[in-house]
C-alpha cells in the first residue's frame, strides 16, 4: 500500500508467501499495493497437502499523519491438512528526499483552531474580522490575496497582522509551494529501494534485502524514530520465554535477523495470533518518504522444519520436540 506524508506531503518452505506495506510521501496519493501468495509445503510424501497461508488486514486512509495510528494485522493461517511449524520475518526500508518549501513573507491570522482566517473576498474577510476580532485594526492593505501549496487557484483572502501581533502566538507563515531537492537517500546505507512490480503474482526480490527489523535493540534500528508498531498480545521475548510450547509469538532477540516463531505446531484449520497488530507514524521525515514494511514467511512440517528454519534458536527446537543439530 502506497500513500502519502502529511509533513509533504510490504514463505516455504522457503520465502513464499509475501505482503508489501508502502508509504509514499511527495502527493496526496494512496494505492494498495498488497499482496498474497499461497505456497505448497510437502512433507515427506506420505503425509496429507500442507496450504499455509500470510493473512493481513490494514486500513486504507487518503493520508498519513503524524501520531496517526493504521490498523496493520498480521497472522498465519493452515488451510492444509497437516501440522506445521512457521516463523515470520519482518523488514523495513524508509527513504527520504528532502522537500524545500516557499512561504509567506508575513504571518497570517490563524484561529484558535490551528486553520487560517479566509474568506473568498476581501470585503467578506473584513466583515468577518469585525465581528470576530472587534478590537483588530485591520486596513485594506493588511488583506492579502495568497495561493496555497493545496489550492488549484488563488482563492482566498488572507489577514496579516505585521503592525499589532493580535494573535500572538497564533501567528502562522503559509506554504505556498514545495518541491523536492534531491535524490532520495536511503535509511540504511547500501540498502536501495526495489522496484515493485505491480503484479499480484509476482514481487521484487530487492524488497527481500530490506532490512530486518530488530527485536533485540531499538536504538540500533534507524526506522524506531518515525514509525511505531503495536505488536500482538500473544508476544513474547526469547529471552523472557520460559521454553514451554505456547500459541503465542517468540521473538528471537538473540540475533539480528528478526525472525518471530510460532511456539508450538499449528494445527488443521488453526490461525496464529496477530503478530503485528497497527503502525503509527510518531515523527514525520523532514522531506518526502517512501516507508514499506516486507513480511517473508516460512513454513514447514517437522520432518523439514530444522532444513527450512535456519539459524533457529536450539530453544525454539526443543519446544517443538525437534533435537537441535549439534555444532
Not at 478590537?135 to 488583506?143: G, K
Amino acid at each position: 500500500m502506497r500513500f502519502i506524508s502529511s509533513h509533504r506531503k510490504a514463505l516455504a518452505l522457503f520465502a513464499a508467501l509475501f505482503t508489501l506495506l508502502s508509504i509514499l510521501g511527495g502527493t496526496w496519493a494512496w494505492k494498495d499495493h498488497s499482496q498474497h501468495k499461497t505456497n505448497i509445503a510437502t512433507g515427506d510424501g506420505s503425509t496429507a497437502l500442507q496450504d499455509v497461508v500470510l493473512i493481513e488486514d490494514y486500513e486504507q486512509p487518503d493520508e498519513w499523519n503524524t501520531d496517526e495510528t493504521l490498523t496493520k494485522k498480521v497472522w498465519v493461517k493452515n488451510s492444509g491438512e497437516g501440522k506445521v511449524f512457521i516463523r515470520m520475518q519482518l523488514k523495513e526500508f524508509m527513504d527520504v528526499a528532502q522537500v524545500d518549501y516557499t512561504y509567506t513573507s508575513e504571518y497570517l491570522l490563524v484561529h484558535s483552531d490551528g486553520s487560517f482566517a479566509a474568506a473568498d473576498t476581501a470585503a467578506n474577510l473584513k466583515v468577518w474580522l469585525t465581528a470576530n476580532y472587534p478590537r483588530l485594526i485591520i486596513n485594506d492593505a493588511q488583506i492579502k490575496q495568497y495561493k496555497a501549496y493545496n489550492d488549484t487557484a488563488a482563492r482566498y483572502y488572507y489577514a496579516t497582522d505585521e503592525n499589532t501581533r493580535y494573535n500572538g502566538l497564533y501567528g502562522k507563515k503559509m506554504i505556498l509551494s514545495y518541491a523536492a531537492a534531491g535524490a532520495k537517500t536511503s535509511l540504511v546505507p547500501g540498502v536501495t529501494r526495489a522496484a515493485y512490480n505491480p503484479d499480484r503474482a509476482a514481487h521484487a526480490a530487492g524488497e527481500c534485502l530490506y532490512t530486518p527489523h530488530r527485536w533485540n535493540s531499538a536504538a540500533a534500528d534507524p526506522f524506531h524514530q518515525y514509525v511505531e508498531w503495536a505488536l500482538g498480545t500473544q508476544v513474547v521475548k526469547l529471552s523472557n520465554w520460559d521454553g514451554t510450547a505456547a500459541a503465542k509469538w517468540i521473538l528471537d532477540d538473540s540475533s539480528t535477523e528478526g525472525w518471530a516463531y510460532w511456539g508450538q505446531e499449528l494445527n488443521p484449520g488453526e490461525a496464529t495470533a496477530k503478530l503485528l497488530e497497527s503502525i503509527t507514524l510518531i515523527q514525520s521525515p523532514a522531506g518526502a518518504f517512501y516507508y514499506a514494511v516486507h513480511v517473508d514467511m516460512d513454513a514447514a512440517d517437522s520432518t523439514d522444519v530444522t532444513a527450512a528454519f535456519t539459524g533457529a534458536p536450539a530453544k525454539v527446537l526443543t519446544a517443538y520436540g525437534i533435537t537441535p543439530a549439534q555444532p
